[in-house]
């Protein structure tokens, strides 16, 4: 070993605090190349490769350094840079052989540090070591490249790895003919490169400098190592051993190089050109403000952005307030430098004042108008209940109480003259049309339409804007509604009213308390605008699933409209009228090439479209369209008929099975309400055994539809002589109550009643077998208490084919309110006892 040549060689860099302590496969290492076992007599160099050292004295043991990039080619001197705690050793132990040389290999993955003999490439570059340097955690290698080798064997398959190399010294070449063909094409393309990337004209002079342009192998290795081509391609080029089958790749190489080098080129070329253009422009614009400045002409940044402030206010009708407030901002901008930050804080205030459509209103035309010559705040709309029912009844099919309803409405503003301080809130199901009756209103009015939604909003300041201190500050959102509108008087949806958030950044409903108070509105204030706006002329129409989450002040202060869901003769007429279209348009098809059979139509309704709006049945109108444009294009003729006995070719298995009462001893049809639309629940009962008495509930029952399940076990046992049952029923006997489907959660106490007749059924051993269905609560003093919903759950009666239901006494005006269309064929029941119910479901055999 050699401690003196190591210092000098690896600059210091600290053998670390085991200095002394060398593991054994190391000690062997250094061993074997101080006995000289690794080194091979010097021979005369032989084109093919062989173990064999050339005048230089390379070792026959190399150890190893991986290379993630690309390969290192003989020829190449330039620094690497590794780090220090996973090759100092490997680097150490180079140096202390006396034969400063390491093996610098490829590797096939890209992360060195888990390397293993495996992933390394078979060819690499012996390289000389000519300085270390070490920096923090890292050692920069000065090395020379001098050989390629082939590894023949693994002497260490561990860090630091070591190997047995086979060399392949380079010839004279003198004999090969063919050669300075080559070299002479490869000394050409260089030269096409070096006006495209001037950096290859330094490499070039001094590898000239340094080795000369008659040796052609090492000529190969210094052009395949200019090329930016990817790491297989020149490790490829590193193991032909050929120098005429190298010349050949690399020259593949360099033509590619050249060609990917001109694309830069153009690309360069194409920007600056663009850049130039641009500066020019920008030159000749100052110019032309000089120009005209001179002359007197032109106008400063400053004056011309003034200007067109003043030009807007002409056609405004401001408020006092907001008229003093734009005077002082307009005089603080003009003494405003152009680029200070204020400057531009100040410009955006004064764009979005001028910019809202003071005292610009809608006429009955939906134009544009001022109130100029009229009482100030005052618009007139269209009000006219005819036009607005012919516009009700062309955009929807159905919901007459709710236009009905919407006309009332409309009818009100015109005895009153105008349409203000109202605020609509629609209640119903997703798909029936809350949004499109919103802008039905809107069209009916006469007025401008905006929308936006509320569901998730957590932020306060969407409601009321942020403060101007902020940077970025913007408007609320009601206030940039009324900018892109450009009239004070629109109809403004607030969808999913019913979904909106509170967070640590404020309660949005809260804010919203002032925006649709009629008394508080008229003085909206925007905490961005800092002016007050008036609102109060804005039509505000609300949408929501349901009201449960809605916060009471905020309810309060709106009118409600309950859409309810579709039957299926609705659903089909707005099919026909609105849906089909729309798909066989929105499809590319023309009517004459698609007809759907009413029969189909239904089926699709009853079985694959089954919820309470039409969201869902225009998506199956819209699959069938699809298909169907298949099929034209596929040669079949056309019309294409959709029947009863193809619809699965477009639909698949129908979704829903038709809707049967079940039938049997403890099963009742009981009818619920959800935000979805109403459905029918059969609620069962059985005795699980007779020995000790227990009452157990399952279906995910909530707390009060335990209760209410509780008071009617209570009340059935105890009067079950009344009723018809054994006394003693109940007494020795565990009844288990359940409410299908048991992964859906449930809850109201409108179950009461269905779940008293199931466990009168049930002590009785009486099925029901004739369609009926019920709803109501019920207390433990056997009184039917009224419930909400009814529309909704007559219409799932309707729909599984129910005609005879059972409702609570105070629901009778609530029955008697729905359209004829829908009470017609049912016959109702009203209970305000439940003797009244028994009497009904166990009639008194004659």
Not at 285 to 299: D, P, V
Not at 483 to 511: C, F, H, T, W
Not at 749 to 756: D, E, H, L, R
Not at 758 to 765: D, I, N, V
């Amino acid at each position: 070993m050699r401690p003196d040549r190591r210092r000098n060689a690896l600059e210091s860099p600290g053998p670390g605090p085991n200095e002394g302590l060398m593991p054994k496969k190391e000690e062997e290492l250094l061993k074997m190349d101080a006995e000289g076992v690794n080194d091979s007599p010097p021979v005369e160099p032989v084109e093919g490769g062989q173990l064999a050292r050339p005048s230089d004295v390379l070792p026959g043991l190399l150890h190893i350094l991986p290379l993630a990039n690309r390969p290192f080619f003989p020829a190449q001197m330039v620094p690497l840079v590794v780090d220090r705690a996973p090759w100092q050793r490997t680097l150490e132990l180079a140096v202390e052989s006396g034969n400063p040389y390491v093996g610098l290999v490829l590797i096939r993955g890209d992360d060195p540090q888990t390397a293993g003999p495996d992933d390394f490439y078979t060819m690499g570059t012996a390289s000389r070591i000519h300085k270390v340097v070490q920096l923090d955690d890292k050692l920069q290698i000065f090395v020379e490249g001098m050989q390629r080798f082939r590894i023949e064997s693994w002497v260490s398959r561990e860090r630091p790895f070591a190997v047995r190399a086979q060399y392949f010294p380079e010839t004279s070449y003198k004999d090969v003919p063919e050669l300075k063909a080559y070299t002479v094409a490869v000394i050409n393309t260089i030269k096409e490169l070096l006006p495209l990337n001037p950096l290859y004209g330094e490499e070039l002079k001094y590898f000239l400098n340094r080795f000369g342009p008659d040796d052609p192998a090492r000529l190969a290795d210094f052009a395949a190592s200019l090329t930016t081509s990817d790491k297989q391609e020149l490790q490829e080029v590193l193991e032909k051993t050929h120098i005429l089958e190298r010349m050949e790749k690399v020259l593949v190489l360099l033509k590619k190089e050249v060609e990917v080098a001109k694309a830069q080129m153009q690309i360069h070329k194409k920007v600056e050109e663009s850049m130039e253009k641009r500066q020019r422009e920008f030159l000749l614009r100052e110019q032309m403000k000089a120009i005209q400045k001179e002359l007197g002409i032109a106008k400063d940044d400053r004056t011309a952005e003034l200007d067109k402030f003043r030009a807007r206010l002409k056609d405004l009708t401001l408020p006092e307030e907001a008229q003093k407030r734009i005077d002082e901002e307009i005089e603080k901008l003009s003494v405003l430098e152009v680029g200070s930050p204020e400057y531009g804080v100040t410009r955006n205030y004064l764009d979005w004042l001028t910019q809202l459509p003071w005292g610009k209103y809608s006429d009955v035309q939906g134009r544009t108008s001022v109130a100029g010559g009229r009482k100030p705040g005052v618009t007139k709309d269209k009000l006219d209940l005819k036009h607005a029912r012919k516009i009700l009844d062309r955009d929807h099919d159905g919901l007459a109480d709710v236009k009905d309803r919407i006309i009332e409405f409309l009818a009100v503003g015109s005895m009153k003259g105008e349409i203000a301080g109202s605020i609509l809130l629609l209640v119903g199901p997703p798909g029936v049309g809350k949004t499109s009756v919103g802008r039905s209103i809107a069209q009916a009015l006469g007025r401008k339409f905006y929308r936006f939604s509320l569901g998730g909003m957590r932020d306060e300041a969407e409601i009321k804007g942020h403060r101007r201190t902020y940077i970025g500050a913007l408007p609320g959102k009601f206030i940039q509604a009324i900018k892109d509108v450009a009239v004070a008087n629109p109809v403004i949806m607030l969808d999913e009213i019913d979904k909106i958030g509170a967070s640590y950044q404020g309660d949005p409903a809260s804010a919203l308390l002032e925006v649709l108070d009629p008394e508080q509105n008229k003085d909206f204030l925007d905490h961005y605008l800092d002016v007050r706006f008036d609102l109060s002329k804005v039509l505000f129409v609300a949408t929501a699933n349901q009201l449960d989450t809605i916060p009471a002040p905020l309810l309060d202060r709106m009118e409600i409209i309950r859409l309810s869901g579709y039957i299926t003769s609705e659903k089909m007429a707005i099919a026909e009228h609105h849906l089909i279209p729309r798909q066989i348009e929105k499809a590319g098809l023309k009517n004459s090439q698609l007809k759907i059979e009413t029969a189909a139509l239904r089926e699709v309704i009853e079985r694959y479209a089954r919820e309470a709006g039409v969201r869902n049945l225009e998506k199956r109108l819209g699959q069938i369209a699809r298909k169907t444009v298949v099929k034209i294009l596929n040669g079949v003729k056309t019309p294409i008929h959709v029947g009863v006995k193809n619809i699965e070719e477009y639909l698949g298995k129908p979704v829903f099975r038709p809707e049967k009462p079940q039938i049997g001893v403890g099963v009742v049809t009981g009818l619920a309400w959800t935000p979805l639309g109403g459905v029918t629940l059969d609620v069962e009962a059985t005795r699980v055994h007779q020995t000790t008495r227990g009452f157990k509930l399952t279906g995910q029952l909530g707390d009060v539809m335990k209760e209410s399940a509780e008071i009617a076990y209570s009340y059935i046992s105890s009067h079950s002589k009344t009723y018809g049952a054994k006394p003693d029923y109940f007494e020795k006997a565990f009844v288990h109550l359940h409410v299908p489907a048991g992964a859906t959660p449930k809850d109201g106490p409108s179950a009461g009643v269905t779940m008293a007749t199931t466990l009168l059924s049930l002590a009785r051993g009486v099925k029901i077998v004739r369609p009926l269905a019920m709803t109501g609560e019920l207390t433990l003093t056997g009184q039917v208490l009224p419930v909400g919903g009814i529309r909704e759950k007559v219409i799932a009666a309707r729909r599984a084919k129910i005609s005879e239901l059972i409702l609570p006494e105070a629901n009778r005006g609530d029955f008697d309110d729905l359209p004829e269309h829908i009470r017609k064929g049912l016959k109702a029941h009203f209970a305000s006892h439940y003797q009244d119910v028994a009497r009904v479901v166990f009639p008194k055999k004659k």
